[in-house]
Nanobody, 128 residues
Framework: QVQLVESGGGLVQAGGSLRLSCVAS????????MGWFRQAPGKEREFVAA?????????YYADSVKGRFIISRDNAKNTVYLQMNSLKPEETGVYYC????????????????????WGQGTQVTVSS
C-alpha cells in the first residue's frame, strides 16, 4: 500500500501562484511514477502533469499547463511538487496526487485509470 497526502491548496487570484505538495508513505519503492490530476465540479478528472521516479525524472504535462506548471520531486523526502503559475479561474477544482506502480508506457500516465493509489485531494480556487 502507498499512502498519499496532498497539501498546499487554497484561494488565489487569477494570475497568482500556488505550490502543491504530495508526500508518499508506505511501499513507496513500488511506485514508478507520480501524477497530478484535477477535477472541477461536474467534470471528469483530468490529467495535469506526471513525473517518473527514475533517474532523470521524465516529466509530462497537459497542453493546457505547459509553460506555467512545473512538476518536480524530492526522492529523499518521497515528495512530489506541483508549482502552478499564472493560474486561471477555470483551473479551480480539487487537485489529486496519484501513484503508478510497475512498468508503463508514457501515454498511460495521462490516464487516471492507470494509477494505483490516490490521495484525498486538495482544493484550489482561483478567483477572477
Amino acid at each position: 500500500q502507498v499512502q498519499l497526502v496532498e497539501s498546499g491548496g487554497g484561494l488565489v487570484q487569477a494570475g497568482g501562484s500556488l505550490r502543491l505538495s504530495c508526500v508518499a508513505s508506505g511501499r513507496t519503492f513500488s511506485s514508478a511514477a507520480m501524477g497530478w490530476f484535477r477535477q472541477a465540479p461536474g467534470k471528469e478528472r483530468e490529467f495535469v502533469a506526471a513525473i517518473s521516479w527514475s533517474v532523470g525524472g521524465n516529466t509530462y504535462y497537459a497542453d493546457s499547463v505547459k509553460g506555467r506548471f512545473i512538476i518536480s520531486r524530492d526522492n529523499a523526502k518521497n515528495t512530489v511538487y506541483l508549482q502552478m503559475n499564472s493560474l486561471k479561474p477555470e483551473e479551480t477544482g480539487v487537485y489529486y496526487c496519484a501513484a503508478k506502480g510497475g512498468y508503463y508506457y508514457p501515454p498511460q500516465l495521462r490516464m487516471a485509470q492507470s494509477y494505483d493509489y490516490w490521495g484525498q485531494g486538495t482544493q484550489v480556487t482561483v478567483s477572477s
